[in-house]
């Protein structure tokens, strides 16, 4: 288009928000979908890799070392394009689910394994000493303090999560990035649409991570003795990349 | 098949060298962003914290695209494969210079205030006293951090770099067989992320002990 000048994405990004709202509905959506799955499925696989028997021990860890270690964007080709080879066939959105919901399980895995670990050993020993079971003792005195720990990690996690839902665009799932590149590809607008797109990210976003931020100040001085004797100041919220 | 692997084994280079490049991007240009969140002007507290949640609060892939499709609309035009080191450089400064004020923020005042009582100066407090204890606080944020953009490096495959991802993408569509393509590419990421992760420890372990601070 000949008429638009190189700098009128600045202030006409505004009228594609309306057009990008339906797809932000998807990417909470998928959010919402991987992390409520996700989040009790990676509770389920830090407690496998803490158990005593081995098979189920080595079932969770590689479960979630692969979700781990491979990025999302390979397991979204995975069970969109791996799995058809093998006669197993998803449509767009469900493969995303399953993709994101094995990242956001294997993630939040790793993040609550290390917060029981955090507890201190004693803990668990003394519960042990006034004759509790292996039950009580994590239901009651292990497991309550280890949910305040993974409390930031989590919320961290769960932005990401939301980040990441812009991949899902890349297997034709139409939330936010895929409506936004549609019509950044019709209009030859991309600037202008992008922009938009990056503004709802960050509408969303940046309060999440400034809650994120104040929640860690929060949860993080209380359980670490090493933190409350620093003199307090704002200690980030953790980051979480490469997913 | 052989060939098919082969192809997507010799892209790897190109996948290290989008990390590493990006990585140290990021690990250099993120030490003076840093000293912006140290000033004592609140206006240059603003500016870090802003630009901070600003390139965080957007995902990679739209920096991606605004990078590679939006300046090209601006008659700027970048080619894909700087355009994802520009893109991933970019949010590796924000994203280590956080990491980087974390380990600042876990440096105990009294450090400072030790080495001004024994009149040492303002130079030789920051490098004898913080700066190797912020080494050894950063070391392993940064080597996971690393892994991480090892990972986010598949994205450049959405704008055509030829990058693992993306010669596997090639390779499915000429041969089928997605299941064990991709399952290859998994296990190319996977190998390569075990290495700097040992490589992690051993610096980590390596700076403790040359500064034994608890």
């Avoid at chain 1, 009790?40 to 070392?65: D, I, N």
């Avoid at chain 2, 400064?93 to 080495?115: C, D, K, P, V, W």
């Avoid at chain 2, 130079?123 to 944020?141: E, G, H, W």
């Amino acid at each position: 288009m000949s008429t638009v000048t190189p700098l009128s994405w600045l202030w006409e990004w505004p009228h594609w928000v309306p057009t990008l709202l339906p797809g932000l509905g998807v990417a909470l959506l998928l959010t919402v979908i991987s992390c409520g799955i996700g989040y009790p499925l990676g509770f389920l696989l830090a407690l496998m890799t803490e158990a005593r028997s081995k098979p189920l021990k080595w079932t969770a860890l590689v479960l979630v070392e692969v979700g781990r270690g491979i990025p999302i964007l390979v397991l979204l080709f995975v069970v969109y394009q791996g799995l058809p080879s093998v006669g197993i066939l998803f449509d767009a959105l469900p493969s995303a689910c399953i993709a994101f919901v094995w990242s956001a399980a294997a993630y939040s895995a790793e993040m609550i394994r290390v917060s029981i670990g955090t507890v201190p050993r004693g803990q668990s020993d003394a519960s042990y000493a006034l004759s509790m079971s292996r039950f009580d003792t994590y239901r009651y005195i292990v497991l309550p303090q280890a949910a305040r720990i993974s409390i930031p990690p989590l919320v961290s996690l769960t932005i990401t999560m939301f980040h990441a839902t812009s991949l899902a665009s890349v297997i034709t799932v139409s939330e936010l990035m895929h409506i936004a590149y549609q019509q950044g590809a019709i209009y030859f607008n991309y600037m202008t649409v992008f922009t938009a797109a990056a503004v709802i990210y960050l509408v969303i976003t940046v309060p999440a991570a400034i809650f994120a931020d104040r929640l860690s100040k929060r949860l993080g001085g209380v359980t670490s003795v090493r933190q409350t004797a620093f003199r307090r100041r704002r200690t980030p919220a953790p980051i979480v990349t490469g997913i | 098949m052989e060939e098919a692997l082969g192809l997507i084994a010799a892209a790897t280079g190109i996948t290290l060298l989008l990390t590493v490049v990006s990585g140290a991007i990021g690990l250099v240009l993120a030490a003076p962003l840093v000293l912006l969140s140290q000033s004592r002007q609140p206006v240059l507290r603003l500016a870090y914290t802003t630009f901070v949640h600003i390139v965080r609060g957007v995902p990679a892939l739209v920096w991606l695209f605004i990078i590679f499709f939006g300046m090209a609309e601006l008659n700027v035009v970048i080619p894909a494969m700087p355009a994802a080191i520009v893109a991933l450089g970019v949010i590796a400064t924000a994203s280590m210079a956080e990491i980087y004020r974390g380990g600042l923020n876990a440096i105990h005042f009294g450090q400072y205030e030790a080495g001004w009582a024994l009149s040492l100066s303002r130079f030789s407090v920051t490098k004898d006293i913080v700066f190797p204890q912020l080494l050894r606080a950063v070391s392993p944020t940064v080597a996971t951090y690393f892994v991480g953009l090892l990972k986010d490096s598949a994205l450049a495959s959405i704008i055509g770099v030829g990058e693992i991802t993306y010669v596997t993408g090639q390779q499915v569509e000429l041969h089928g067989n997605g299941l064990t393509l991709y399952a290859f590419a998994g296990v190319l990421y996977l190998v390569m992320s075990i290495p700097l992760g040992v490589l992690s420890r051993s610096v980590h372990s390596r700076i403790t002990r040359r500064y034994a601070v608890v």
